[in-house]
């Protein structure tokens, strides 16, 4: 028996050095893979907030750059759906004159002027469009038409006559027609360029007509009869070139066009029947 129980007792004990030795090296590496973990997990995390944090930089910057840069379009991007541009940039119509001068070869400078096809005649390179185009699309469009027999030709444009900033008035003013606009013109002041209102005028529903891009408009109706009746000029447009003013004529007068004036005598003057 008590060589049995010693037996036993070595076993046990053999058994449990065995699990030490065992559990040992595990729990070394354990501890040794989590103390790298915890000493890498940092920068890495840190690297990931610099590179995001420079990612939003770089693209804020560019942002801003790309909005001044390009300030002719609103917010620096055009309208998707109209097209429309803040600060558009003049472009070319029929009888339009330019000044074309070539830095190196002041030979080829010349005159020209926009034919009613919408194209010029360049010197010795033929015709090419211009209708349409602005002042930088024409002299890409030169540059390259001069460009196969001229080395790099470098080409200043001008305008000298064009078309003048203008608006429309119609309807019931007394002198209709197109003004040409100078400085900042109100509706209000547009009208009273016209000669000023009819008596057959509906003062309250004036529209405006904006062109926005081709083949789209704005309108808006302005009432100038508040306006003047309030003296509260604050939401008195300011006109752009090319603007339409449309003055309408009154309800009364359109019932009077269609009612003989002898049938109305009972309503004007009751008295003498």
């Known amino acids: 028996m008590k060589v049995t129980a010693q037996y036993v007792v070595v076993m046990a004990a053999g058994l449990l050095s065995l699990q030490l030795a065992v559990v040992a090296p595990a729990q070394e590496g354990a501890s040794g893979s ?3 973990a915890g000493t890498s997990a940092p920068p890495s995390s840190r690297g990931t907030a610099e590179s995001s944090q420079r990612t939003d930089q770089t693209g804020q910057s560019t942002s801003q750059i790309d909005a001044t840069t390009k ?12 097209g429309g541009e803040r600060h558009p940039l003049y472009r070319l119509t029929k009888s339009d004159v330019l ?3 070539f830095t190196f070869s002041p030979d ?3 005159t020209l002027t926009v034919q009613p096809d919408g194209y010029i005649a360049l010197k010795g390179a033929g015709t090419i469009l211009a209708e349409g185009r602005t002042l930088p699309e024409l002299q890409d469009a030169m540059t390259k038409a001069y460009g196969g027999f001229l080395h790099e030709p470098e080409i200043s444009l001008s305008l000298k006559e064009f078309d ?7 309807g019931e003013v007394i002198r209709p027609g197109k003004y040409e606009l100078r400085g900042d013109i109100t509706v209000n002041e547009a009208v009273a360029m016209a000669g000023g209102f009819t008596k057959q005028a509906r003062h309250s529903q004036v529209v405006l007509f904006r062109r926005v ?15 003047l ?5 604050r939401e008195d447009m300011h006109l752009r070139p090319g603007d339409f003013i449309f003055v309408p004529e009154s309800r009364i007068t359109k019932i009077r066009r269609f009612i003989p004036t002898n049938s109305m005598s009972w309503y004007m003057n009751p008295l003498q029947f």
Request: charged share 25%.
């Open 34 to 36: 989590v103390s790298v």
């Open 71 to 82: 300030p002719d379009k609103a917010g620096g991007m055009g309208d998707p759906f109209i």
């Open 99 to 101: 000044q074309a001068n």
């Open 108 to 110: 080829y400078d010349q």
């Open 164 to 170: 003048k900033p203008f608006f429309l008035a119609s």
């Open 213 to 227: 891009s081709t083949g789209i408009a704005e309108t808006h109706v302005l009432n100038l009869r508040k306006m």
């Open 229 to 233: 009746d309030s003296r509260d000029a």
